[in-house]
């Protein structure tokens, strides 16, 4: 079935430092992957849109200077969030859905823990 | 605002119970329903529901959508420990791939 891998799994960051996530479709293309953020016992929160060859599409309060979104080939999409602060610890995921039609589920990554201190 | 709502937020349970979770929303332009279980990491997919009425069904697990009156169920039947998880409800639109969440359901079986 379609994999999505997510990495690094944990990674743990001074404040004020850039992190970047990495997410990959693992066998098939994903032309739009998704960036989730979940913060301990709350839900998913879309934070952006990533679009192969072109910008972002960020949600309603989410910094686009703040959290980096390159979209460069059809099966990797990054995320850096820059200038870390200690709010920014949170787990992301991100997510992308098999080409074969349009109504086919998200497939998630494994989510990465981002802890700055 | 699209919104979707999950009920209860936390349930715990003793093996061998039956147990439902709800799922209602409000949103603009409707495509699907989907139930994904979420234990220490990502969420895995579980149901997609697009048409009310029909029962979707995997094993132990179960889940009807009424797009009528806009909610969702998911039964666990002779519920196990390995089904203790977060159960999150997220709901597609017609126009893109986004996905809008609920606040998911804790569930605990103990055994």
């Known amino acids: 079935g379609a994999v999505v891998s997510q990495h690094p799994s944990w990674v743990i960051c001074k404040s004020g430092t850039s992190v970047k996530i990495e997410c990959r479709s693992l066998d098939f293309q994903a032309t739009t992957m998704f960036w989730y953020r979940q913060f301990p016992k709350q839900s998913l929160m879309l934070m952006a849109t990533?679009?192969?060859?072109?910008?972002?599409?960020?949600e309603q309060g989410v910094e686009k200077d703040k959290f980096l979104i390159n979209h460069a080939s059809l099966t990797l999409s990054t995320l850096t969030v820059t200038s870390a602060h200690p709010e920014d610890s949170s787990f992301y995921i991100c997510?992308?859905?098999?080409?074969?039609?349009?109504?086919?589920?998200?497939?998630f990554g494994n989510g990465t823990r981002l802890t700055v201190t | 605002e699209d919104k979707v709502v999950q009920s209860p937020l936390s349930l715990v349970v003793h093996e061998g119970d039956t147990v439902t979770l709800n799922c209602s929303y409000e949103v603009t332009n409707f495509r699907s329903l989907l139930w994904y279980k979420q234990e220490k990491k990502a969420p895995t997919f579980l149901f997609m529901l697009?048409?009310?009425?029909i029962e979707k069904k995997s094993g132990r697990l179960s889940s009807i959508l009424d797009k009528k009156e806009l909610f969702s169920i998911l039964n666990i039947t002779a519920t196990q420990t390995g089904d203790s998880a977060v159960y999150l409800c997220?709901?597609?639109?017609?126009?893109?791939?986004?996905?809008?969440f609920g606040e998911g359901t804790q569930l605990t079986v103990n055994p």
């Open positions: 697009t048409s009310s009425g």
């Open positions: 990533s679009n192969e060859g072109s910008k972002a599409t960020y």
């Open positions: 997220a709901v597609g639109q017609t126009s893109g791939s986004r996905l809008t």
């Open positions: 997510s992308a859905r098999e080409p074969r039609t349009d109504n086919s589920p998200l497939h």
